[in-house]
Structures are given as structure tokens and as C-alpha cells.
């Protein structure tokens, strides 16, 4: 397959149209994608649709394709395991691959200690099982959660998420014991705040609203993903922990969207030496196939009583040897490393176009995790519409990137870790060509 752009038809073709007609008559309305181009395979960065025109992906899948589409070595260890067995459930009787998945979850995540891990299906799954076990070690009932969060779309995890249309709209009532608190969000903090700043402010509503003897766990996205690739301000997460360890609150990392060398490293917060005592993964690490985990203290997961935690297909055989191929094909071909590169490659481009247009008011990121907020030029305002018609003219010449944020006005880059630099310059050349062309505000 050639690496390369490439349209034959106007986006979407007439073979996607014709199948979006389908599945109007077949599929929710709820579930909606955008673009609706229909993919027919894809290979590195390249998805090709079933009119034959080659895309450049600048989404991965949302951050999960790392390795890039039809990694061979992912492919053929997938292909193998299917072969020999698909399922028995873990609870029912056991096989390796879980294991093994395990031990590199626990080797992987920051910090040197005793660590256990426990696989499920879905990012969404994996927190609401952080909940769980907080809940249980600590016997305490309070989680914090943060302005713009996003942890998934269950009960409980549209609980903790903080926007409302459209992932909580009339769909409660919420579980409870769930308090939010502002984030740090340098954009848009007063000018100068610091991280330190930001975690007092914060954790001052918690001790005065919650009471610190009643926290379970802070639970925070080292980067926040769908609320607007916020980074927060440098000290705000080493506050937030030093706060939990005092207080015996857990301090969990929701790393679903940020991990598996996504910012450069394994895990965000290896960025500041923060060590977490639950981490919440999904995503990234089985390079397309579902698997989640959640890893953390071994005392904490082990307190648990046996069959607490479960699930029929969590830590499924398939999926099992999918993440340990894209574990390898990330150790062996240094994604971290490559994340790294295209980060600095990306922020570069974005910067220099936010110098030319006044409708960029931040560009911010880590590693292959980029973003451009839009605002209405010289204010702080949002301009989703700025964001929406930037990403609908990406989609119109064939380069798929994402929106994102809780005034939907940040476009959003999660290149697969492995796209050529000629690739990835061209997708940047498309985004910089829609930004230049979109209506002046
Ligand atoms: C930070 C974070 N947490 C949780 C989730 C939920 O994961 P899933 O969609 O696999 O349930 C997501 C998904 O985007 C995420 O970005």
C-alpha cells in the first residue's frame, strides 16, 4: 500500500454515502462519526475507504492505533492466538497471556514497588474499578474529579465527567459521592497561576466541602483528553499527590488517553516523577484490540475480596496477545522516542501558524498529543465553529483529525506514533491550508 495522500472521489465517495444511507436505517442515531468516510483497511497512518481514497490519519482512532494499522507483528500475534483458543474467561480457567500483560502493566507504570494489575474491557470499565478499589482499601466514599474531565460514558463514569452535552444529557440520575473541582487550565486561570496555585484552589474546596477524612481518591487525567487536551500548569499534579499521600486519599491517574508513549514517555506522569497509586489504563495499549487495566499498589488491589473485581471478557486471550505484540513493537521501535519527536515536529508548526492567525489562542500538547484552541480573535471566547469548519476542510482534502473540549472549540492531532515525517508534514500542510482558509471572525 502506498504511503500517501491520495483522493479519488470528493470525501465522502459515493460508496460511503451509499453505506451512511444504510446505517441510518440500521444503527442509532446517538452513535455518530464524523466524518462519515467508511474504511475499508489502513496500513501506518494510512487508512484507505471504500471509494479508494488514501487518508492521512491524525487520529488514531483516538488515540489507540500507537503502532499504526496492520502492525504486522500485532496482526500475526493476534492471527496466532485466535487460532488456538478465543476465550475461556480468566475466571473460569486461566492462560498466560493475562498474566504476562500483567506483569508488564506492573513493570511498566511508574514507581518501583509491589504492584498487581487486573484487565477489563473498556477505558470506562477500568476506571469505575480505580472506584472500586479506592473505595474498598480506603473505606472512605469521596472522589474528586476535575473541571472538563472525561472518564467514560457507564453510570459512574458520566459521573465523573464533567460535560454535559453530549455525553450526561438527560441521562441521569448520576451515582454519587462524586465532587468536582476547578482544574488547572493555564489558558484560562488568572495570568501567572501556578500548579501549586491551581492544586490549593482546588484542594481547599475539598477540605472545606468534602473533608479530607472522607476522599477515597483524586482521580485526574495527567492530560486531559476530550476536555480539551488541557495541560495543566507544571507542580499542579506532584500538589495533587503530595495532598493524597498526606491525607491517605488514593491518588489515581487516569492515563487511558495519555499513556503507552502517546506524550513521550510510557506515561504522562513520569513528566513531573509523579508515582500514582492507581493508574487506569486502555487505548494505546493493545494497539486496536479492547483491553483496559488497572494497576496500582499491590496492597490496594489485593485487599479486595476474591471475585470482587471480574468480568466475562476482561483480559480476553485476543486481546491479551495484542498488547504484549504492541508493547514490544513499542519497545523495539522506540514510540516513546518517536512520540517525542513528532511533538516537538508538531507544537513548531502549530506555533508558527498561531503567530499568523489571532483566532489560535493556545497551542498545547506533549509529544504526539497536540492541540489548537480556537477563540474569537482577542478574547478568551470560544469559537467552536472555528474548530468545527478547520476540521471539516482537514476531512475534505483526506486528513482525519478530532475535535475536542468542553466549548468544542480545540482541534485536536493523535497522529499513530509511527507516521513518516512526509506524512506527517502533509497532514500539517492540509491543517495549516484549513485554518488559513477558515472564515475570519
Ligand atoms: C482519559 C479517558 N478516560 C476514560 C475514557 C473512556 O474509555 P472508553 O471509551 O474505552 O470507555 C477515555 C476515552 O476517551 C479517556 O480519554
Known sequence: ????????????????????????????????????????????AILVDVDGNSLVDLGSGIAVTGIGHAQPAMVEAVREQV??????CFMVTPYEGYVAVCEELNALTPGDHEKRS?????????????????????????????????????????????????YKHRFGPFAGEVYRVPMSYPLRDPAGMTGEEAAARALTLVDTQVGAANV????????????????????????????????AALFVADEIQTGFCRTGQWF????????????????????????????????????????????????????????????????????AGAAARIGETVLGRLRTLAEQ???????????????????????????PAGAAAIAAACHAEGVVVLTCGTFGNVVRLLPPLVI??????????????????????
Open 216 to 247: 477515597a481518591a483524586v482521580l485526574v487525567e495527567p492530560i486531559q483528553g476530550e476536555g480539551g487536551f488541557v495541560v495543566p500548569a507544571p507542580g499542579f499534579l506532584p500538589a495533587l499527590a503530595r495532598w493524597c499521600a498526606d491525607n
Open 268 to 335: 504522562a506522569c513520569e513528566d513531573e516523577g509523579v508515582v500514582p497509586d492507581l493508574v487506569t489504563t486502555a487505548k494505546g495499549l493493545a494497539g486496536g484490540m479492547p483491553l483496559a487495566g488497572l494497576t496500582g499498589r499491590a496492597e490496594l488491589l489485593d485487599a479486595v475480596h476474591g471475585g470482587g473485581l471480574g468480568g466475562t471478557y476482561g483480559g480476553n486471550p485476543v486481546a491479551c496477545a495484542s498488547a504484549l505484540a504492541t508493547i514490544d513493537t513499542m519497545r523495539r521501535l522506540d514510540l
Open 118 to 166: 487486573a484487565l477489563f474491557n473498556s477505558g470506562a470499565e477500568a476506571v469505575e474499578n480505580a472506584v472500586k478499589v479506592a473505595r474498598y482499601a480506603t473505606g472512605r466514599q469521596a472522589v474528586v474529579v476535575f473541571d472538563h474531565a472525561y472518564h467514560g460514558r457507564t453510570n459512574l463514569t458520566m459521573a465523573l465527567t464533567a460535560k454535559s452535552m453530549p
Open 1 to 44: 500500500m502506498a504511503h500517501k495522500r491520495h483522493l479519488v472521489t470528493e470525501i465522502p465517495g459515493p460508496r460511503s454515502r451509499a453505506l451512511h444511507e444504510r446505517r441510518e436505517r440500521a444503527v442509532a442515531a446517538a452513535v455518530r462519526s464524523n466524518p462519515p468516510v467508511y474504511i475499508a483497511e489502513g496500513e501506518g
Open 420 to 441: 513518516e515525517d512526509e506524512l506527517l508534514a502533509d497532514g500539517l500542510d492540509v491543517l495549516a491550508g484549513a485554518v488559513r482558509a477558515a472564515p475570519a471572525r
Open 83 to 88: 487460532g488456538r483458543f478465543a476465550h475461556t
Open 357 to 383: 492567525h489571532p483566532g489560535i489562542g493556545d497551542v498545547r500538547g506533549r509529544g504526539a498529543m497536540c492541540a489548537l484552541e480556537l477563540v474569537l480573535p482577542g478574547t478568551l471566547e470560544p469559537d
